[in-house]
């Protein structure tokens, strides 16, 4: 009798284990919700234009470099984006200054401060604007790679789109407007070649 | 009396000493934050070395235990994440957190129970039963994840690998009521007592009516848990599941064991023992780190910690 009562209470404990530890759908309902495929290029277009351009706070390039001069941890821990540990963040940064080199691929600009910059037009890929405008996290996407998608369909907008539409009356010793990111090195940023991946360059009125 | 005390606190002694250099060696060690760490990063170790304990009082080895704790730590990602598709049925079942998990427990359970066959079927030696698992697991483990990473499992999972539970971390919880369920079945139950009876003279016990493969099975098989509770942790720690996690697990697992004074011969030592052998590894882990070791010269002082340990066992024999 007593063993009768252990094994009914081990199938209730058992059935109560089944019944939370696992569930059952349509194999066909399910690939189909899957197949629903995620649109990466609506996303990215939407997330450049409504996202990127109209709420990106980004900082002016000689500020942020005497900042980070005086207390790279603040200048780092406010406006640096960065997705892991390390000591490299990327910045939104805007910058006026005259074109001196307009190359395939590149423009060469010379801030009033002095601080060159290498501004390249042909050349976006990577993650440094996705990561500078701090407007996408890993968390929203559920895989790295979908994730890296992200990146990839947001500098096709820029690289293609964009800004050629942004160099079509900019010539050589014009003074333009560039916003865009930048990535920077803590304890490094003397002396480091400024590479800005653009999101808009406009000419300027100055 | 004394010399008898001494001897029994030795690893105890030896810890409090590591604690008392490192502490002032690098003002970082004895801050709560970096404790905490180090209980964290030790429960794994804890969980198998706990059942490695058990093996080792039987006189015996598991060499795969590292190997388990990726095959499962790989499974129990897997599931939770993909489930299982089975296209003839057009039916899909997917895991909750507990069902990944739970499977994750039975499926070391029964990689250590398949060790444990080997070994009393084919009375072939542990060390060489538990090699070939070792190479079969991390095989499998590279075939079920294609070699890349099971990642973003969720934020319910990772509560188990970095939650805190009471002001604690749920993984010191975990491996706390591990060490004291294994502590009760080797200090309190008859199952407990043929252990000990099978490592100090297994003809002895054979002879005394113990049913010797059965209790080799079964210790087999609660180490193959224990290795995959350590996986369970790891994975949810990472909120990922590595391929090549548990890497050289079992060397630390075995290292923790003879330092809490468990001889290798069997028949003598305490789960108690090697909790604190764990703990000796963890500290001196993160002593090395705080104080700036090139990880190269970490191996090559564990390695001689392990080995002043081995030769004061021998030595206390005598």
């Known amino acids: 009798m007593k063993k009768s009562y252990l094994y009914t209470i081990l199938a209730i404990l058992l059935g109560v284990l089944l019944y939370n530890s696992v569930y059952f759908e349509k194999l066909s309902k399910r690939n189909s919700q899957k197949n629903a495929k995620f649109d990466f290029n609506t996303f990215a277009d939407s997330l450049y234009y409504n996202g990127i351009l109209k709420s990106t706070q980004a900082i002016e390039i000689n500020q942020l470099l005497a900042l980070t001069k005086v207390n790279a941890d603040s200048a780092f821990k406010t406006y640096g984006n960065r997705l892991g540990i390390g000591e490299s963040a990327y910045f939104m940064v805007n910058a006026t200054g005259k074109i001196i080199e307009k190359n395939e691929g590149e423009l060469k600009v010379i801030t009033q401060n002095g601080t060159t910059l290498i501004i390249d037009t042909k050349y976006i890929f990577g993650n440094a604007i996705r990561d500078a405008s701090g407007l996408v996290k890993l968390t929203d996407f559920k895989t790295n790679a979908d994730f890296n998608k992200v990146s990839e369909a947001l500098n096709t907008v820029i690289r293609e789109k964009a800004i050629p539409k942004n160099l079509n009356n900019i010539i050589n010793g014009n003074i333009i407007s560039v916003t865009g990111a930048i990535k920077l090195k803590k304890g490094k940023t003397k002396n480091q070649i400024l590479n800005i991946l653009p999101i808009k360059i406009s000419k300027s009125e100055q | ?318």
């Open chain 2, 1 to 318: 009396m004394n010399k008898e005390l001494l001897k029994k606190s030795q690893s105890l002694i030896a810890l409090f000493l590591l604690c008392l250099v490192i502490s002032v060696l690098s003002d970082k060690f004895l801050t709560t934050n970096n404790l905490w760490n180090v209980l964290r990063q030790i429960s794994v170790n804890i969980c198998i070395s706990v059942g490695m304990t058990l093996i080792v009082l039987m006189a015996g080895i598991d060499l795969s235990v590292g190997s388990v704790l990726a095959f499962t730590s790989a499974v129990c990602a897997g599931l939770l994440k993909n489930g299982i598709a089975i296209q003839s049925l057009d039916l899909f079942i997917g895991f909750t957190v507990l069902g990944s998990v739970l499977s994750a427990l039975i499926i070391g359970l029964m990689m250590g129970i398949f060790n444990g066959w080997v070994i009393t079927k084919f009375s072939l030696p542990p060390f060489v039963a538990t090699l070939a698992m070792l190479t079969i697991a991390r095989g499998a483990t590279m075939l079920y994840t294609q070699g890349i990473p099971i990642s973003n499992l969720g934020s319910s999972f990772e509560f188990i690998g970095s939650g805190w539970l009471l002001g604690i971390p749920v993984p010191v919880w975990i491996s706390t009521i591990m060490v004291l369920i294994v502590v009760f079945i080797t200090k309190k139950t008859a199952f407990g007592r043929y252990i000990y009876a099978i490592g100090g003279n297994e003809k002895a016990a054979f002879l005394s009516g113990i049913n010797i493969n059965n209790i080799k099975l079964a210790v087999y098989g609660i180490a193959g848990m224990m290795a995959a509770i350590g996986g369970v942790l790891v994975t949810s720690r990472l909120n990922s599941a590595q391929p090549n996690a548990g890497t050289s697990y079992e060397l630390d697992s075995i290292a923790a064991v003879v330092i809490g004074g468990t001889s290798l011969s069997g028949g003598v030592g305490t789960v108690t023992g090697t909790v604190i052998g764990a703990v000796i590894i963890g500290v001196l882990n993160n002593g090395l780190v705080l104080l700036n070791v090139s990880p190269f010269w970490q191996q090559v002082v564990k390695g001689l910690v392990i080995l002043l340990a081995v030769i004061i066992d021998k030595k206390s024999k005598k």
